[in-house]
């Protein structure tokens, strides 16, 4: 049986400690571990705080289910910062039949229920407390500190000019001098510049700059997010440029000459759903002085995990056909009609709808509590309304990652210009210029033995 390990930065226990309680316990039960799920703070706040690794878990597990896999944690607050998200995320892994397990023997359940008779009178305050936070949230008025390159005037946020320059000096340097995290951190700190806290800039801190959205100019706490709500230190499109460099380094790998395979960070097994990685191989040919150097794309749980079989195709091939299928392509979906519904009406329905789902939840819960239920039956009525909470979680999450109507048509023309120059100029253009383009116009490519399938940018 092997096992997933899911984890989540606590004040008390950090990932490390964590690890090592997973780690115990795949030896004390014999358990092979699988794969880690870290889950990144800047990922939302209030009960969905830590949620972007945990739906991707879930996502990833129920597409193909695994008797034999379970997912472990170190302790149920790993799931949540309240007993209610706990809850939560408890009765969606038993929806979807993923087994759950704490680190230190402790049923799942048990825990929970004790949580739950326990849970302080503060909590329930606490949840009337937060909804307040949220109506200054929709104004727009700060919610604790302002991230560096801000400061706070009359609840709002506005720019420090000292601090701004850095960040969009940060920015520049990552986009247009190509240089790394660990380039621009030294170079802050061989400038003489500090931290907010006045401590030196580590490679942790300068990346968490460059992922933070509040420099597009948009507010977000508590699951709420106000556009154009302060200056903008960088555009849109800028962060997002940003964005898909800092996932494309991250899904490179030791084996991988980054700066020579052009659909790294792109390219993905058709058959397991795991990155092709750049690979490249020496034959000696007969007459020759040199051995002949051949790259190619290889699926990387084959290389890296010793899963899914043998895919790999020749780098210049697919290449080529990635260039033929661009040029067939249709052009970008223009916007929708006019009857289509307002982005901020959608995503009120759906909050609407989870609060509802969630109110639904707490009653069923307090009935387990109060022992009409047992944790069978509680996990049997509660599946559905759970499933039903888990999808109107990653729509909100699509709705609040849409455009506006605007930024829509200007991108549809930028992306048409982008797909018409890579086209026209494939050749011509600079690697790492032609690398850039190619992650604007698309999100994906999915290769099969004998297929490929572009997934373009909309």
Not at 76 to 83: E, Q, R, S, Y
Not at 232 to 247: D, G, I, K, P
Not at 299 to 326: G, I, K
Request: glycine letters at 6%; charged letters at 30%.
């Amino acid at each position: 049986m092997q096992a997933v390990c899911y984890l989540r930065a606590l004040l008390d226990e950090p990932p490390d400690a964590q690890r090592s309680a997973f780690a115990a316990y795949c030896a004390g039960t014999s358990r092979r571990g699988a794969r880690e799920y870290l889950e990144h703070e800047d990922a939302g706040d209030g009960d969905t705080l830590g949620s972007g690794e945990l739906r991707r878990m879930l996502r990833e597990l129920a597409a193909e289910p695994r008797p034999d896999t379970e997912v472990v944690i170190a302790r149920l607050a790993v799931l949540g910062t309240t007993v209610r998200e706990q809850a939560r995320r408890y009765l969606q892994l038993a929806a979807l039949s993923i087994p759950l397990a704490i680190a230190d023997g402790t049923d799942p359940a048990e825990a929970l229920l004790a949580a739950w008779d326990e849970r302080d009178p503060s909590e329930r305050r606490r949840e009337q407390v937060r909804q307040g936070m949220r109506e200054r949230a929709l104004r727009g008025e700060v919610l604790g500190r302002a991230p560096y390159g801000y400061r706070v005037a009359g609840r709002h946020l506005v720019a420090d000019p000292e601090e701004a320059a850095v960040v969009r000096e940060a920015f520049r340097s990552y986009l247009d001098d190509g240089e790394g995290v660990r380039r621009i951190t030294q170079a802050l700190n061989a400038a003489g510049l500090r931290t907010r806290r006045g401590g030196p800039w580590s490679i942790v801190s300068v990346r968490g700059l460059l992922r933070n959205p509040a420099y597009t100019g948009t507010y977000r706490r508590l699951s709420i997010v106000v556009p154009a709500e302060h200056e903008a230190l960088v555009s849109r499109e800028q962060f997002q440029r940003v964005q898909e460099r800092l996932a494309a380094r991250r899904t490179s790998f030791g084996t991988q000459h980054r700066g020579e395979y052009l659909l790294a960070g792109l390219a993905r097994c058709g058959y397991c759903g795991n990155h092709l990685i750049g690979m490249r191989r020496s034959r000696a040919v007969a007459g020759a002085s040199k051995p002949q150097v051949y790259r190619y794309y290889q699926c990387e749980s084959r290389t890296n995990q010793s899963r899914c079989d043998y895919h790999t195709r020749r780098a210049d091939e697919l290449e080529r056909r990635v260039r033929a299928f661009l040029r067939l392509a249709s052009p970008p979906a223009q916007l929708a009609g006019a009857g289509a519904a307002p982005r901020d009406d959608a995503l009120e329905r759906v909050r609407a709808r989870r609060r509802s789902l969630r109110r639904q939840l707490d009653v069923l819960l307090e009935r387990h509590a109060s022992g009409e239920w047992s944790a069978a039956r509680l996990r049997e009525e509660a599946s559905t309304l759970a499933l039903l909470d888990l999808q109107a979680e990653d729509e909100e999450a699509l709705l609040e990652a849409r455009d506006t109507p605007v930024d829509h048509l200007r991108r549809h023309g930028e992306l048409a210009a982008a797909r018409r120059r890579l086209v026209r100029d494939w050749s011509r253009l600079p690697f790492t210029e032609q690398r850039d383009l190619l992650r604007r116009v698309m999100t994906g490519i999915v290769v099969t033995d004998d297929a490929i399938r572009l997934e373009l940018a909309t």
